[in-house]
């Protein structure tokens, strides 16, 4: 019994050291980088392609977290990345304001669209601008789907609503709490209006799960979605990696990333523009 | 459709990264919930604990803590203006860990504590009057009520493996490195691959069967 005891106590000892060393070494490594970002640059796997190219060329190990853009802003707000991805104009602004974030950088666009029940009940897909589309889904009291979440999608979507006089939220506004999929999912299922960006939408209408839905409203000047990237500044936190940030920065306007952004298609579209194009 | 999803999951080498990941988080959580639950257990089923009210209601209270609720209070122990900022563990194993033996380390202290309380009393005065020493009344103790540990850590392990939201928050969900089975599962369902997530789900769930079996047999292999 004693002797299973003593095995027992060498391999728990052995599985907590080696746990420990595994977690350490990986903020140690001077080979990595740290990045927050936005689910709808993960999931389009745009990300992985140009982390793969990154890796082979540089030998630098990216790890990425996945949020909304309120929560990416934040944890570079509070130094728990090396640099953040986002599209959140307002957001990125505070953290430049606040001396945190530094060197932003526009990389890509896109822009948002709004997606709806495939008949239009509120018939925005002839509105003159984005304030009108939405003030005819207000006056019609159609079903609108938002995130609720403190997101870019959800900002963007705040200051439309703004320009539209009295838009007091009633039942048919629907918050979600919850990411531009499970958003859009739900606007599918019990078929409402959404503001989505482009590739989410594209992605899941790939996947055949928004078959209630169409876009209704897209390419509007006021719906322009940039994506931008940031370094967080060393001089507020120590410990960044932040010349791996840098040499991200440089590939990211490589050549060769942007034809991998050119040649990212879904269904037909194109889901990333490179600035200037 | 889903058997070729699972196919191709099972064929690609991340799939076992993520379940590797998955299975060595869990269990090193547990492991060191086990060293330091049981002794704790057997303190608190001694008479003068045994029957206090206040004890018991934390400890029933703790096997039933939210993870998202304890994954928060690590993000914030952990992040670099929390108490223990500068140990940087946030978005690592270790911090999965370190969530995980908070969530399973009331589960082996309830179970040891209640399988403890359950041997008659007069045991260890029996032991005692045959000549044992303490050292030697404790193993005894230990080595009549293993069954209901091993039912403790069976619990243990299933919460954790099964356990969503506390990972999530202080691992991060980071591909390659902290993503495991039922956060992997998340992802694909927010990407709208809902076949993918089910087939996960399937090898999730068959991990945790074996897992339970081997522990189960250990249990009545011991009867």
Same mark, same amino acid.
């Given at each position: 019994?004693?002797?299973?005891?003593?095995?027992?106590?060498?391999? &728990?000892?052995?599985?907590?050291?080696?746990?420990?060393?595994?977690?350490?070494?990986?903020?140690? &490594?001077?080979?990595?980088?740290?990045?927050?970002?936005?689910?709808?640059?993960?999931?389009?796997?745009?990300?992985?392609?140009?982390?793969?190219?990154? =890796?082979?060329?540089?030998?630098?190990? *990216? &790890?990425?977290?996945?949020?909304?853009?309120? *929560?990416?802003?934040?944890?570079?707000?509070?130094?728990?990345?090396?640099?953040?991805?986002?599209?959140? @104009?307002? +957001?990125?602004?505070?953290? +430049?304001?606040?001396?945190?974030?530094?060197?932003?950088?526009?990389?890509?666009?896109?822009?948002?669209?709004?997606?709806?029940?495939?008949?239009? @009940?509120?018939?925005?897909?002839?509105?003159?601008? *984005? =304030?009108?589309?939405?003030?005819?889904?207000?006056?019609?009291?159609?079903?609108?789907?938002?995130?609720?979440?403190?997101?870019?999608?959800?900002?963007?979507?705040?200051?439309?609503?703004?320009?539209?006089?009295?838009?007091?939220?009633?039942?048919?506004?629907?918050?979600?709490?919850?990411?531009?999929?499970?958003?859009?999912?739900?606007?599918?299922?019990?078929?409402?209006?959404?503001? &989505?960006?482009?590739? =989410?939408?594209?992605?899941?209408?790939?996947?055949?799960?928004?078959?209630?839905?169409?876009?209704?409203?897209?390419?509007?000047?006021?719906?322009?979605?940039?994506?931008?990237?940031? *370094?967080?500044?060393?001089?507020?936190?120590?410990?960044?990696?932040?010349?791996?940030?840098?040499?991200?920065?440089?590939?990211?306007?490589?050549?060769?990333?942007?034809?991998?952004?050119?040649?990212?298609?879904?269904?037909?579209?194109?889901?990333?523009?490179?600035?200037?194009? | 459709?889903?058997?070729?999803?699972?196919?191709?999951?099972?064929?690609?080498?991340?799939?076992?990264?993520?379940?590797?990941?998955?299975?060595?988080?869990?269990?090193?959580?547990?492991?060191?919930?086990?060293?330091?639950?049981?002794?704790?257990?057997?303190?608190?089923?001694?008479?003068?604990?045994?029957?206090?009210?206040?004890?018991?209601?934390?400890?029933?209270?703790?096997?039933?803590?939210?993870?998202?609720?304890?994954?928060?209070?690590?993000?914030?122990?952990?992040?670099?203006?929390?108490?223990?900022?500068?140990?940087?563990?946030?978005?690592?194993?270790?911090?999965?860990?370190?969530?995980?033996?908070?969530?399973?380390?009331?589960?082996?202290?309830?179970?040891?504590?209640?399988?403890?309380?359950?041997?008659?009393?007069?045991?260890?005065?029996?032991?005692?009057?045959?000549?044992?020493?303490?050292?030697?009344?404790?193993?005894?103790?230990?080595?009549?009520?293993?069954?209901?540990?091993?039912?403790?850590?069976?619990?243990?392990?299933?919460?954790?493996?099964?356990?969503?939201?506390?990972?999530?928050?202080?691992?991060?969900?980071?591909?390659?490195?902290?993503?495991?089975?039922?956060?992997?599962?998340?992802?694909?369902?927010?990407?709208?691959?809902?076949?993918?997530?089910?087939?996960?789900?399937?090898?999730?769930?068959?991990?945790?069967?074996?897992?339970?079996?081997?522990?189960?047999?250990?249990?009545?292999?011991?009867?």
């Amino acid at each position: 019994m004693n002797k299973k005891i003593i095995i027992f106590f060498v391999i &728990s000892v052995g599985l907590v050291s080696s746990t420990t060393y595994f977690g350490i070494q990986h903020y140690n &490594s001077a080979n990595s980088l740290l990045i927050s970002t936005t689910t709808s640059v993960e999931n389009t796997g745009l990300l992985y392609l140009i982390i793969d190219k990154f =890796t082979e060329e540089t030998g630098i190990k *990216v &790890s990425v977290i996945a949020k909304g853009s309120g *929560v990416a802003v934040d944890l570079g707000r509070q130094g728990l990345v090396d640099a953040i991805l986002v599209h959140a @104009p307002s +957001l990125e602004q505070e953290l +430049l304001d606040e001396g945190i974030g530094i060197n932003r950088t526009t990389l890509w666009y896109n822009y948002f669209l709004i997606a709806g029940p495939t008949n239009d @009940p509120a018939n925005i897909s002839n509105a003159n601008n *984005v =304030t009108e589309a939405f003030n005819r889904i207000y006056d019609t009291q159609s079903l609108f789907y938002s995130r609720g979440d403190n997101s870019g999608t959800h900002i963007m979507e705040l200051s439309i609503w703004k320009a539209v006089p009295d838009a007091a939220k009633d039942k048919w506004y629907i918050e979600t709490g919850s990411g531009m999929s499970s958003t859009l999912v739900a606007a599918n299922e019990n078929p409402g209006y959404v503001l &989505s960006d482009l590739g =989410t939408y594209a992605q899941l209408s790939a996947t055949d799960e928004l078959s209630n839905l169409a876009i209704h409203y897209d390419e509007d000047d006021k719906l322009y979605n940039p994506y931008s990237y940031m *370094v967080i500044n060393p001089d507020k936190y120590n410990n960044l990696h932040t010349e791996n940030a840098f040499e991200f920065l440089e590939f990211l306007q490589s050549d060769v990333v942007l034809k991998i952004v050119r040649g990212l298609v879904l269904g037909g579209v194109q889901l990333f523009t490179p600035i200037g194009e | 459709m889903f058997f070729d999803n699972l196919l191709i999951l099972l064929s690609s080498e991340e799939i076992w990264s993520i379940a590797g990941l998955s299975l060595f988080v869990s269990i090193s959580a547990v492991l060191a919930a086990t060293i330091i639950g049981i002794p704790l257990g057997i303190i608190f089923s001694e008479k003068k604990y045994r029957n206090n009210i206040l004890i018991s209601a934390f400890i029933n209270t703790g096997m039933g803590l939210p993870p998202v609720l304890i994954g928060l209070v690590v993000f914030m122990v952990f992040t670099r203006n929390g108490p223990f900022g500068d140990i940087r563990i946030l978005f690592t194993p270790m911090a999965m860990i370190v969530a995980q033996f908070i969530l399973t380390i009331p589960i082996i202290i309830g179970t040891t504590k209640a399988t403890l309380s359950d041997i008659p009393v007069d045991l260890s005065d029996t032991l005692r009057s045959l000549g044992a020493t303490n050292n030697q009344i404790n193993m005894q103790i230990l080595i009549e009520s293993r069954i209901g540990i091993l039912t403790g850590i069976t619990l243990a392990l299933g919460r954790a493996f099964s356990e969503v939201g506390a990972i999530i928050i202080v691992g991060g969900n980071i591909r390659y490195r902290t993503r495991v089975l039922t956060t992997a599962i998340i992802t694909e369902v927010s990407k709208g691959e809902y076949e993918l997530a089910l087939a996960l789900g399937l090898i999730l769930l068959t991990i945790s069967f074996l897992l339970t079996s081997v522990l189960t047999s250990l249990q009545i292999r011991n009867k």
